[in-house]
Nanobody, 112 residues
């Protein structure tokens, strides 16, 4: 059974940083690319970032490029999202996703 468990969300002031983690199990982790997707209140899902199987190729939405960094540790079956220079518009539930599976999400709130 595929399981994705996000953590690391919270309340942070504008300009602050957070590091999200996604712990995965139930599949061969280093066989797959992974994604972060977010959903703000009242809005549809927005793709944020992706990373290929070995971490050497990364991709970002324009809205986060230069502020967020995606990474993975295949030895730990874990993916990360380092978020810097956070803005109020980054407020959302952040999900890790793979092949149609989603975790339960972690809430990120950026407010002063």
């Amino acid at each position: 059974e595929v399981q994705l468990v996000e953590s690391g969300g919270g309340l942070v002031q504008p300009g602050g940083s957070l590091r999200l983690s996604c712990a995965a199990s139930g599949f061969t982790f280093d066989d797959y690319a992974l994604n972060w997707v977010r959903q703000a209140p009242g809005k549809g899902p927005e793709w944020v970032s992706a990373i290929n199987w070995n971490g050497r190729s990364t991709y970002y939405a324009d809205s986060v490029n230069g502020r967020f960094t995606i990474s993975r540790d295949n030895a730990k079956n874990t993916m990360y999202l380092q978020m810097n220079s956070l803005k109020p518009e980054d407020t959302a539930v952040y999900y890790c996703t793979i092949q149609g599976y989603w975790g339960q999400g972690t809430q990120v709130t950026v407010a002063s």
